[in-house]
């Protein structure tokens, strides 16, 4: 499956942004997709992910901000991002498990939060 994220951009600290990925095949039968985030000089990170009977699972700095979804119908998965702030500056990546365990990604999208 290839995964096209896309919604980046640049907001203040406080404000919003919603993330998408669009996947070529179905995203239901993903066992687990999630969102991933690398800042500079940092490793890659899980923020969010879901699995394939909607098991949500959250990074401990997200919780309570940040909120995945995904719409079957539309093979998109979603990252609803509220109150930002700068330390959520970073790459945003959506990936499968199983990708991630071979070191394959895609294009990712820029978040950058200014204070």
């Known amino acids: 499956v290839q995964l096209q994220a896309s919604g980046g951009g640049l907001v203040q600290a406080g404000g919003s942004l919603r993330l998408s990925c669009a996947a070529s095949g179905y995203i239901s039968s993903i066992t687990v997709i999630g969102w991933y985030r690398q800042a500079p000089g940092k490793q890659r990170e899980l923020v969010a992910s879901?699995?394939?009977?909607?098991?949500?699972s959250y990074a401990d700095s997200v919780k309570g901000r940040f909120t995945i979804s995904r719409d079957n119908a539309k093979n998109t998965l979603y990252l609803q991002m509220n109150s930002l702030k700068p330390e959520d500056t970073a790459v945003y990546y959506c990936?499968?498990?199983?990708?991630?365990?071979?070191?394959?990604w895609g294009q990712g999208t820029q978040v950058t939060v200014s204070s």
């Open positions: 879901i699995t394939s009977r909607g098991s949500l």
């Open positions: 990936n499968t498990e199983s990708r991630t365990k071979i070191n394959l």
